[in-house]
């Protein structure tokens, strides 16, 4: 089956059927900003579990955190995120559009992901000298101002209301997750059991002042990321380094990614710490192909050295057996949630049928669906039939995530939850009353029906969702 997804009609699902809606839309929208409705909030939830259960929970040798959005600001000095995380951006002085001028650039092979404003506007004069040039990915028009570094750092402030705007108070928004977790190192180490190697992961918000032009959720100023960092001995690295690019292939393919449409992106060009970065890139095709959806990548021990030295901190590690003292080299895993939700919506994206009988399904793995069973009285005007449906929904939703519905007639029904991904749905009908206490439950996938007694239906959904 051809998947003919386009990010007009993953747009217009995400919104018509309530997973994501454009932020302030009553108010014009808010560029980059999406909100997350009842199914989209039941998916991104379902996928952060489904990432915690294998990064944590089967894991001895990995913890969890979650640490605080707002951070010391010499946090980021240290990093080198107050002075170094910026991107190229260049306008077009027609339209006033604002693009990334590496990725304009990556459209004639250059890698500018680390070139100063300066070099990158040699390159765009070299090409203007073999008759390339850059045009507005908008207008089309070559009107464009040169490349300028734009900080990706969101600042707030914090103090009293008097010196609030005053610049000692500046606090910047995490621009990714991991910073708590290196500041948080040493209390890990002392209140848990873990000794080297061992990882600590956490979900949460990240902010950046992107420069971004309609990706839907690929690229957002808020987002949220799932980052694991694992701290282990240098001569590790290499060992550990392939084990974990290992499992977070196979965590994409467990969970119903096609092999096809993952590949590996290793980086050419790398930060001065680093000896490896790969990421694991997905195939976008509604953006126009395979682009980064998580890295890992390799950082030394740049990270606890700089905070060492910033904090004035001991941040080293003594060894238990051979008393070696050294501070850990790190390797991590970093994935945005809402981009790899793009990336399960788009791959779950299916078109059967034709003409009358076509129809849009979601074929999400059954851990991830954001409804796992939808509960229907066949007529919404027969209370006894409506009565036997609400038992039966509650009884099911002890257990699991339940939808009743009771509106319009079956078939319409079912395509709701087919667009929804609900593998199964629970039609109670006058036989159910009057015959044989069996209800008819419909395969989101075979669209097959079967009738199951009521008695056996607690017992016939364990088995469906082992
Ligand atoms: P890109 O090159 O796409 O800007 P990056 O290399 O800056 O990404 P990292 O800093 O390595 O990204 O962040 C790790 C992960 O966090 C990315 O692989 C991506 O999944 C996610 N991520 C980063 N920025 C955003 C964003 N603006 N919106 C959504 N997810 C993001």
New binding site residues.
């Given amino acids: 089956m051809q998947n003919q997804t386009t990010i007009e009609k993953i747009t217009s699902l995400a919104k018509r059927r309530g997973f994501v809606f454009p932020s302030s839309e009553i108010y014009g929208g808010f560029a980059a900003v999406y909100d997350y409705g009842h199914y989209g909030i039941l998916l991104k939830n379902n996928l952060a579990a489904a990432w915690w259960k294998h990064m944590v929970q089967l894991r001895p040798d990995v913890v969890g955190l979650d640490s605080a959005i707002f951070m010391h600001p010499t946090t980021w000095k240290a990093s080198g995120h107050v002075d170094g995380f910026d991107d190229p951006q260049i306008d077009c002085r027609d339209c006033k559009a604002r693009m990334r001028a590496d990725h304009m650039l990556e459209a004639f092979g250059i890698d500018a992901d680390k070139m100063s404003a300066a070099e990158i506007n040699e390159q765009i004069e070299k090409l203007k000298t073999e008759g390339k040039e850059l045009k507005c990915i908008s207008c089309g028009k070559k009107n464009l101002t040169p490349a300028k570094r734009f900080s990706l750092m969101v600042k707030s402030n914090l103090g009293s209301p008097t010196d609030a705007l005053s610049e000692e108070n500046v606090v910047y928004l995490r621009p ?1 997750t991991c910073g708590g977790i290196y500041l948080n190192y040493k209390n890990t180490l002392d209140s848990t059991r873990v000794k080297l190697p061992f990882g600590i992961a956490q979900v949460g918000k ?1 902010f ?1 002042n ?1 420069i971004v032009a309609r990706q839907f ?5 808020e ?1 949220e ?1 799932m980052e694991m960092q694992y701290f282990l001995h240098p001569s590790d690295m290499n060992r550990k380094y392939e084990e974990w690019k290992e499992a977070r292939w196979q965590w994409y393919l467990e969970y119903g990614i096609k092999a096809e449409n993952l590949r590996w992106y290793k980086h050419i060009k790398l930060a001065h710490y680093a000896a490896a970065a790969f ?1 694991i890139e997905y195939n976008y095709t509604a953006l126009g192909g395979f ?5 890992i ?1 390799q950082r030394g021990d740049w990270d606890l050295s700089q905070h060492s030295k910033f904090s004035g901190q001991k941040l080293d590690y003594t060894d238990p057996k051979s008393g070696e003292k050294f501070i850990p080299h790190i390797m991590e895993t ?3 949630l ?3 939700f793009f990336a399960f919506l788009h791959e779950a994206y299916t078109e059967e049928g034709e003409g009358e009988d076509m129809r849009v399904v979601l074929k999400f793995d059954k851990r991830l669906a954001p409804v796992k069973i939808a509960v229907f009285p066949l007529l919404k005007n027969k209370p006894e039939l409506v009565a036997k449906a609400e038992e039966v929904f509650k009884n099911l939703a002890k257990n699991y995530m339940c939808e009743f519905d009771d509106n319009g007639n079956i078939g319409k029904r079912y395509r709701r939850q087919d667009e929804i991904g609900t593998p199964y749905c629970v039609t109670i009908d006058f036989d159910t009353l009057e015959k044989d206490n069996c209800v008819t439950v419909r395969d989101r996938d075979t669209m097959q029906q079967e009738r199951v007694s009521l008695e056996n239906l607690s017992v016939y959904f364990a088995e469906k969702f082992v």
């Fill in positions: 990714e990240a950046r992107e959720i690929f690229r957002t100023r987002f990321q990421d682009k980064e959806m998580e890295g990548h970093s994935v945005g809402n981009r790899m």
